[in-house]
């Protein structure tokens, strides 16, 4: 008969023997907490990630503005936030020398700016800045400040009465440069470095390197007097190459301009303060070159398409004009026109093509261009100048279509003889009547094979007004095009005596009524590729 076996207990094994007896511990010295040892960094990476934090908030603020005023002015903001300044200003001038030249205030009205502008240049801190004046040595500081701007014996007396008149008594400026080497190459928030021998005692838990940024020269944007005492002159460096390739080609290179803000109190910013605003400056830097690079594209395309417009409009006995023109901000493809012909005759036209950038700018170009010639030799026909027009358009722009209104007018007679292809019908108003002109609905230019509409002839009377219009003045409503037809009637039904005989006057109080808050306020609804041109053509019959 077999012994009984010790049961199984989880984690014993029975099979083993416990110890007789147990060895005393070998005496020795106790081996300290790790978190004594390590809490010197811990406290430094909880720094950093607030930090990291805080940029990412700031610059999640600054891409979502579409406009270079707003990045500025969100500049501004956060960069007060991070120094802890009430007040400050950017002056924006790229060193490429294309523009565009502005400064923007926090805190400062527009007197405030032109004392500030009285400053003397070459001795302001925004004159190394913009000037390109290099510091002794050929090196250029990372930023500029004036801790007490009524002690420094060596700045301009300028510089101290315009500081005691608008009341700030310290200032801090950086660069705005998107091709700094620094932060992108020093250690800071972008890498975690060994701890310094210091590190406990320095008592800032800023990254190493905060002060170390490498900047062009220094922007005392208008505010910020004098030269003063820069932080960690450096050595200017090559460009990051994450951010010059994020520019572009076409974008501006180099500095674009610089920040300052202002202190009421003798004050200046500690070295982490410093270091955030640095990479957000940087950041921020090339947020602004590719607004300024959009801002330049469409001032090139606005500028092609009002020289393809007409710079005046002419004087013929019997009628007055009036036009307003708003393009859009990628620049669009309508057109509006008036022409003198033959026999004391005037030809009105308006229009556009479909799409929107230079391609639509180019093409709405030749085709007015060419209704003004059929227009000159078969005016008094309008439906021969739009089938003239059509037959052109379908061999030279196969691909695009077209709306077209041209008008036949003979102001000695006051009569009106007019054609439409898809384009929005006129508007006649006086004091008696306020009508739509029934014009025959017809398919745009191109898109059928043979186009062909009657023409409509109507007899305005004395006094009464014309208006052409694009489709642009509708959609900006933001109405269904039922309701804005219906605002732009009572627009022209509504408008007074005195108004209705200028024809400017009527033009403007035509907008105010059906866009009150402006043609160029983002409101209505917007195009494919953004909002539309905006075109009214009004004609006044004495």
């Not at 077999?2 to 049961?7: C, F």
Request: proline content about 11%; glycine content about 12%.
């Amino acid at each position: 008969m077999n012994s009984p076996h010790a049961p199984k207990v989880a984690g014993i094994d029975p099979s083993l023997p416990s110890p007789t007896q147990t060895a005393d511990p070998v005496p020795g010295p106790v081996p300290p907490p790790l978190t004594d040892a390590n809490s010197g960094v811990q406290d430094r990476l909880a720094s950093w990630v607030s930090d990291l934090t805080t940029l990412h908030e700031l610059t999640e603020r600054l891409v979502r503005t579409g406009t270079l005023d707003e990045a500025l002015r969100e500049l501004l903001r956060a960069g007060a936030a991070l120094v802890g300044a009430p007040r400050g200003l950017v002056a924006l001038e790229p060193a490429d020398g294309l523009g565009p030249v502005t400064t923007v205030g926090l805190g400062l009205g527009h007197a405030d700016l032109g004392q500030i502008e009285t400053i003397p240049r070459g001795s302001a801190s925004a004159g190394h800045l913009l000037d390109g004046l290099p510091e002794p040595g050929g090196e250029r500081r990372a930023d500029v400040t004036h801790p007490d701007i009524a002690g420094e014996a060596d700045l301009d007396p300028r510089h101290r009465e315009v500081a005691a008149r608008l009341g700030f008594a310290a200032s801090y400026a950086v660069p705005l440069d998107p091709f700094r080497a620094t932060p992108c190459t020093a250690p800071g928030l972008t890498a975690i470095p060994s701890p310094a021998p210091d590190a406990e005692g320095s008592g800032t838990g800023s990254p190493a390197g905060a002060g170390g940024r490498p900047a062009p020269d220094t922007p005392g944007a208008a505010g910020a007097p004098g030269p003063g005492h820069g932080r960690d002159a450096v050595p200017a460096a090559a460009a990051p190459r994450g951010i010059a390739a994020a520019m572009g080609a076409g974008g501006p290179s180099g500095r674009l301009g610089g920040a300052a803000w202002l202190y009421d109190e003798p004050a200046e910013p500690g070295e982490r303060q410093r270091h955030l605003v640095g990479l957000y400056c940087q950041y921020a830097a090339a947020h602004i070159a590719r607004l300024i690079e959009l801002s330049r594209a469409r001032a090139a395309v606005a500028t092609v398409q009002e020289e393809l417009l007409p710079t005046r409009l002419p004087r013929v006995p019997g009628v007055r004009l009036a036009v307003r023109h708003h393009p859009g901000p990628h620049g669009g493809g309508d057109w509006y026109d008036a022409l003198p012909l033959p026999d004391g005759a005037l030809g009105l036209s308006v229009g556009g093509v479909t799409g929107s950038g230079p391609s639509a700018v180019v093409a709405m170009g030749r085709l007015r261009a060419s209704l003004r010639a059929y227009a000159v030799m078969e005016g008094e026909d309008p439906v021969a100048v739009l089938s003239d027009l059509e037959l052109l358009l379908r061999l030279t722009e196969p691909a695009r279509s077209a709306t077209a209104l041209f008008a036949y007018c003979e102001p000695g007679t006051r009569k009106v003889v007019l054609a439409g292809a898809g384009h929005c019908p006129p508007l006649l108003t006086g004091e008696r009547r306020t009508e739509f002109v029934e014009t025959t609905l017809s398919a745009p230019l191109g898109m059928l094979s043979c186009w062909e509409a009657p023409s409509v002839e109507i007899e305005p009377s004395s006094g009464e007004t014309l208006l052409f219009y694009s489709d642009g003045l509708l959609h900006r409503t933001g109405e269904p095009m039922d309701r804005a037809f219906t605002r732009l009637h009572t627009a022209a039904a509504s408008a007074p005596k005195g108004v209705r005989a200028d024809p400017d006057a009527f033009a403007d109080h035509v907008l105010r009524t059906v866009l009150p808050d402006g043609p160029a306020a983002p409101v209505g609804r917007p195009s494919e590729d953004g909002t539309e041109d905006l075109v009214l053509l009004v004609a006044h019959f004495d």
